[in-house]
């Protein structure tokens, strides 16, 4: 038995002292990161009732599962939507349900750094005139060659 408001019996003690300390993410969103003017608006857009109506129907269209996984044949539980073509590449697609899809973590990094390259998308860069890519299947190719 372990001593109330204890967290080990006197046997474990130890292994308190190798915890690590929990991260405080409780003042995340309050400090201000993007400072250009275009990525503020971009960030604005993610907190309206349309994105989250979007993304809602996103994710039931997708059923929870990653679309780039599923074209290597896996099937990974996901909950983040991603824009095919960025945001910044092309404003008119933000609103589009076909231009959305679900990826999980490893993917959403892999596309991520595939859209700094091909596009020259983030913070700071100057966007590269090339076109648009809405295919998947390639998507998935390139970025999986990056």
Same mark, same amino acid.
């Given at each position: 038995?372990?001593?109330?408001?204890?967290?080990?019996?006197?046997?474990?003690?130890?292994?308190?002292?190798?915890?690590?300390?929990?991260?405080?993410y409780?003042?995340?969103?309050?400090?201000?990161?993007?400072?250009?003017?275009?990525?503020?608006? #971009?960030?604005?857009?993610?907190?309206?009732?349309?994105?989250v109506? @979007?993304?809602?129907?996103?994710?039931?269209?997708?059923?929870?599962?990653?679309?780039?996984?599923?074209?290597? &044949?896996?099937?990974?539980?996901?909950?983040? !939507?991603?824009?095919? !073509?960025?945001?910044?590449?092309? #404003?008119?697609?933000?609103?589009? @349900?076909?231009?959305?899809?679900?990826v999980?973590?490893?993917?959403?990094?892999?596309?991520?750094?595939?859209?700094?390259?091909?596009? &020259?998308? &983030?913070? &700071?860069?100057? @966007?590269?005139?090339v076109?648009?890519?809405n295919?998947?299947?390639?998507?998935?190719?390139?970025?999986?060659? !990056?």
């Amino acid at each position: 038995m372990v001593a109330y408001e204890s967290r080990y019996c006197k046997q474990h003690e130890y292994l308190a002292k190798e915890d690590k300390p929990k991260r405080d993410y409780s003042r995340y969103n309050q400090i201000e990161r993007h400072k250009d003017e275009n990525k503020s608006n #971009q960030y604005a857009f993610y907190r309206t009732r349309q994105w989250v109506h @979007l993304r809602q129907q996103a994710l039931e269209r997708d059923h929870y599962i990653c679309r780039y996984c599923q074209l290597s &044949g896996l099937v990974t539980p996901a909950k983040t !939507v991603d824009h095919i !073509v960025p945001v910044e590449a092309d #404003q008119g697609m933000a609103t589009k @349900l076909n231009n959305l899809a679900v990826v999980c973590p490893s993917c959403h990094t892999k596309k991520t750094r595939w859209e700094q390259s091909w596009y &020259g998308t &983030g913070n &700071g860069r100057d @966007l590269k005139p090339v076109r648009p890519i809405n295919d998947l299947t390639l998507i998935n190719k390139l970025m999986n060659s !990056v």
